[in-house]
């Protein structure tokens, strides 16, 4: 595979996951809470028995965002 490819399957799998992601924390409210209290304790607990499939580096960027609301979270996501 060449190494565009790769890096355009890579981003859409993070695009993915991060709609995952705020999809759950949309439609349930304990996950929403959780992941704007302790993104990082969200994250590795997932939802519904679901993993997010993050890189280390991805989780420790969405882990350090800090907001009170979920738009304010979706608005501080980093371009992975």
């Known amino acids: 595979m ?4 790769s890096s355009t399957i890579s981003v859409y799998r993070s695009q993915s996951e991060i709609s995952r992601m ?12 959780m992941l704007l209290a ?10 519904r028995g679901e993993s997010f499939h993050f890189s280390k580096e991805e989780r420790s960027r969405l882990g350090a965002i800090r907001a009170s609301s979920l738009t304010e979270f979706a608005a501080q996501i980093p371009c992975l």
Request: aromatic share 8%; proline share 4%; glycine share 4%.
């Open 38 to 47: 302790n993104p990082e304790q969200a994250l590795a607990k997932g939802y």
């Open 2 to 5: 060449k190494t565009n490819e």
């Open 22 to 33: 705020l999809t759950a924390a949309v439609v349930n409210e304990n996950f929403r809470k």
